[in-house]
T-cell receptor
Framework: SQELEQSPQSLIVQEGKNLTINCTSS?????LYWYKQKYGEGLIFLMM???GGEEKSHEKITAKLDEKKQQSSLHITASQPSHAGIYLC????????????WGAGTKLIIKP | EPEVTQTPSHQVTQMGQEVILRCVPI?????FYWYRQILGQKVEFLVS????????KSEIFDDQFSVERPDGSNFTLKIRSTKLEDSAMYFC???????????FGPGTRLTVT
């Protein structure tokens, strides 16, 4: 079965510093979603990447999709307290037309 | 901007009771989904719905679960006889064309006591 592995599991970063979160698939990636979640709450859509090599940015968050490595990275520049939360990656399952599978999440804490 | 809405935001029910979770997908979307997330665990796919029928379901989606699109706007998930282990956040999602472009609602937190 296909798995999405996120690294690191948790991250504590000084406010103002940059950080990167990775999401690696055990099988081919046909697209990837990044979401943010506050613990026990809803999913906030960040970005969707559909093509290999695609890179998208929104405010201080940039995400890239590396098809060959079956990996996506999420980079936050000059982190702020508002960036704190759990970052989830989701991807279409290769043997399904409909399902998204999910990583376990990366918990980000921003130290003031 | 159109968004997926879900009601209620929080539902508390006793074990064995039936619950119906409601979703209003984005109006021109054709594909509909339910996912769940047990607290502290991964988001899990439950079911997808297209053209008024289930297109795919997971092992979690057993006979206790059913979905319906009773009118042109609502999409519901029914759990017939809730169990303690059904306690989770339930997310509805919809997609317009490509089944991969899924937009999620804010979730319904279901607590079974």
């Amino acid at each position: 079965s296909q798995e999405l592995e996120q690294s690191p599991q948790s991250l504590i970063v000084q406010e103002g510093k940059n950080l990167t979160i990775n999401c690696t698939s055990s099988k081919t990636l046909y697209g990837l979603y990044w979401y943010k979640q506050k613990y026990g709450e809803g999913l906030i859509f960040l970005m969707m990447l559909q093509k290999g090599g695609e890179e998208k940015s929104h405010e201080k968050i940039t995400a890239k999709l590396d098809e060959k490595k079956q990996q996506s990275s999420l980079h936050i520049t000059a982190s702020q307290p508002s960036h704190a939360g759990i970052y989830l990656c989701g991807a279409p399952r290769v043997d399904s037309n409909y399902q998204l599978i999910w990583g376990a999440g990366t918990k980000l804490i921003i130290k003031p | 901007e159109p968004e997926v809405t879900q009601t209620p935001s929080h539902q508390v029910t006793q074990m064995g009771q039936e619950v119906i979770l409601r979703c209003v997908p984005i109006s021109n979307h054709l594909y509909f989904y339910w996912y769940r997330q047990i607290l502290g665990q991964k988001v899990e796919f439950l079911v997808s719905f297209y053209n008024n029928e289930i297109s795919e379901k997971s092992e979690i989606f057993d006979d206790q679960f059913s979905v319906e699109r009773p009118d042109g706007s609502n999409f519901t998930l029914k759990i017939r006889s809730t169990k303690l282990e059904d306690s989770a956040m339930y997310f509805c999602a919809s997609a317009r064309g490509s089944p991969y472009e899924q937009y999620f609602g804010p979730g319904t937190r279901l607590t079974v006591t």
